[in-house]
């Protein structure tokens, strides 16, 4: 009998399905599009085994509705796409965010706009993660930098959903998804986060019944609570109002839920940004060649620094604040024109000076360009 | 067992409802609540899944658990929750348009797969919610709003469509002809695979003052004579059923469901 070993060579994509299923997943719906697909095929072939079951639906539109539909059944849900696919799958998103169902979307980012350069590696859905959908929506958007950080923000990705009734995206490049790096996933052991359930009786439940930031208790279809729930701004009950102070508390609770709870929601990494002048705010696989070029600068004897958002939205403010007091200059190198950079240096402010390395033709940022504007500033 | 009555499957909270008068989507919702009672579907173990229009606000007014979701989405949700917990019975409530428009993907590919799921569509040829445009199932020739001059599409047959892209029970009713379409839902309910039930309804607001069809008892008298049981249709010419619709089961061909075919997946790699 073979043994199962708990260290291999695993790809990014991998690594994000083995989360998944570790993390209780045992729902996928999706719809072919590279440098995602690894991970539909992977759930494919994975969910069964679980008792979980998967679909490739006939678009990204009805991967992202059935996701929702099965989460809502007390089964934990996934989708994952790319460019044009993450566009589609901004609909119901929104529907999500505002029903409060728990799901997790992962968007192996490529180059665009439109079908762009398949399928070359790009960061250009910073923004749209955060503001892809209509309407003020809370979300919670992570972005890994590794195979093995792959696995462990894809599984919690599915805690800070359950834990926040919210839907959470996982921001992965080409690079991290297609990368292959050595995982031990015995060292990788979390702890699963599941909803909670209501235990009132029918005629006492409020499915939306919570505190000014706080998370209702989330019942599951078919177990006797008879629910409505609506894309429509709905009062505690779930049904449709547009009593102002109704519609004000709802949409105010949903962002105040995770605002709120910033300590629990924010992740980031820093390295040598204790006495840096200049820190390097970098995140997903540009933050590796980040690290590599803030360590050349120290022995070279600059005073440089890492700053690695794990969290990407909510931004991480307060500590990007700190830095930018600090600092002299604050250097954002990404894989699309600027649009982390818009955040820094909204919150920097007149702190600190903000530049950017921006690279839009399909290849990572190399350390070596890093180092030179560390350099050069 | 004693049947429940259709009001007893309301959400009394909900009411009024936000249907015109005359508006024949009443008598639909009826039809359901009754096949519903008539299947005797457990009512906590039963889910409405709707999309967005006129119709869909129906899943709102039923004392189950209720989805409704986005534009044309509504089987996409359902396939979902179907999946998720087989065990649910899971009826789709869709608009014309909601269905065979924005939703005519998600129809056909649920068609295709025979998930086991219900939908029941509520054609009343029109976008009524947004007050009057033609739909794909507004008869070429007639008026809304974005038709001022008459439609010049061809329009879906939305019965044979389901027909031709899988589904395995297919009927039609009106909302003249409500116990028929009561029969029909119990029938859907009762296939193992994906039924759908066409409704014929009517909406004097909108599609029935464009096209000067008279108030709601009018637009029933027209159902009543423009449709032909499809029985009797096979034994009438072309020319006797110019210009009528067929009503009653139209298609009843049981066919492999699609999670009955996944499981198999999964016992055999757990075996």
């Not at chain 1, 934990?76 to 979307?105: D, H, R």
């Not at chain 1, 250009?124 to 890994?144: F, K, N």
């Not at chain 1, 992740?267 to 803030?294: Q, T």
Request: proline share 5%; aromatic share 6%.
């Amino acid at each position: 009998m073979a043994v199962e070993r708990s260290a291999r060579l695993m790809q990014g994509n991998e690594a994000c399905v083995e989360g998944a299923i570790a993390a209780g997943c045992r729902f996928y719906a999706g719809y072919p599009i590279t440098p995602s697909t690894e991970i539909a095929e992977l759930m494919a072939a994975s969910l069964p085994c679980v008792g979980g079951r998967f679909i490739q639906m006939e678009d990204e539109i009805a991967s992202m509705a059935a996701i929702i539909g099965a989460s809502l059944t007390g089964t934990k849900s996934m989708t994952a796409t790319s460019g044009p696919g993450f566009s589609l799958k901004q609909e119901n998103i929104g529907y999500a965010a505002l029903t409060e169902v728990p799901c997790v979307i992962v968007n192996v980012q490529r180059s665009g706009p439109s079908t762009g350069l398949p399928t070359s590696p790009a960061q250009g859905d910073v923004m749209q993660s955060r503001w892809g959908t209509h309407g003020d929506h809370p979300i919670i958007v992570l972005s890994p930098s590794s195979v093995s950080e792959t696995y462990r923000l894809t599984f919690e990705s599915f805690n800070l959903a359950e834990k926040y009734r919210n839907p959470v995206i996982l921001l992965m490049d080409e690079v991290v998804g297609h990368m292959r790096e050595r995982v031990d996933l015995h060292s990788l052991s979390m702890s699963v986060v599941d909803r909670v359930k209501p235990t009132n009786k029918r005629e006492d439940y409020l499915p939306y019944d919570a505190a000014p930031d706080g998370v209702s208790p989330m019942a599951n279809f078919g177990d006797g609570y008879r629910c409505h729930v609506t894309g429509l701004i709905h009062n505690k009950k779930g049904y449709p109002t547009s009593k102002a102070e109704e519609v004000d508390f709802l949409i105010r609770r949903l962002h105040n839920k995770i605002d709120h709870n910033l300590d629990d929601v924010l992740k980031y990494e820093e390295y040598m940004v204790d006495d840096a002048d200049i820190i390097v705010l970098a995140f997903g696989s540009v933050a590796r060649s980040a690290h590599n070029a803030v360590r050349r600068a120290r022995q070279n004897g600059v005073k440089a620094g890492l700053f690695r958002p794990i969290t990407i939205w909510p931004f991480p403010e307060a500590a990007v604040t700190a830095l930018a007091q600090k600092a002299k200059h604050i250097i954002v190198p990404e894989m699309n024109l600027g649009q982390l950079r818009l955040e820094v240096e909204r919150v920097a402010g007149s702190r600190c000076q903000v530049s950017g390395i921006n690279s839009i033709i399909g290849e990572l940022i190399a350390p070596d360009q890093i180092l030179r504007r560390i350099m050069e500033v | 067992m004693a049947l429940q009555h259709a009001q007893d499957y309301l959400r009394n909270a909900m009411m009024p409802h936000i249907w015109c008068p005359g508006c024949g989507h009443g008598i639909i919702l009826g039809a359901i609540l009754r096949a519903i009672s008539k299947a005797g579907l457990d009512q906590d173990k039963t889910v409405i899944v709707s999309g967005i229009g006129c119709s869909s606000r129906a899943s709102g007014y039923m004392d189950f658990d209720t989805l409704h979701t986005t534009h044309g989405r509504a089987l996409a949700f359902a396939t979902g929750v179907k999946m998720a917990k087989p065990e649910l019975n899971v009826i789709v409530i869709m608009g014309d348009g909601d269905c065979s428009a924005i939703g005519g993907n998600h129809f056909i590919h649920a068609c295709r797969r025979n998930i086991d799921l219900t939908a029941v569509v509520f054609n009343n040829s029109i976008y009524g919610m947004t007050s009057g445009q033609y739909s794909p199932l507004t008869p070429r020739g007639k008026f809304a709003t974005t038709a001022p001059y008459g439609t010049i599409e061809r329009e879906f047959d939305l019965c044979d469509l389901a027909i031709a892209a899988g589904a395995s029970y297919v009927g039609r009713g009106t909302t003249f002809h409500a116990q028929l379409l009561t029969d029909l839902i119990v029938k859907g309910i009762a296939n193992k695979g994906f039924s759908l039930i066409e409704g014929i309804s009517q909406c004097p607001t909108y599609y029935g003052r464009k096209n000067k069809m008279g108030g709601p008892i009018d637009m029933m008298k027209w159902q009543q004579e423009h449709s032909v049981n499809a029985v009797a249709a096979t034994k009438m010419t072309p020319e006797q059923l110019d210009g009528k619709f067929k009503i009653g089961e139209l298609h009843n061909s049981p066919a492999p469901e699609y999670i009955a075919e996944y499981d198999k997946i999964i016992a055999a790699r757990r075996a």
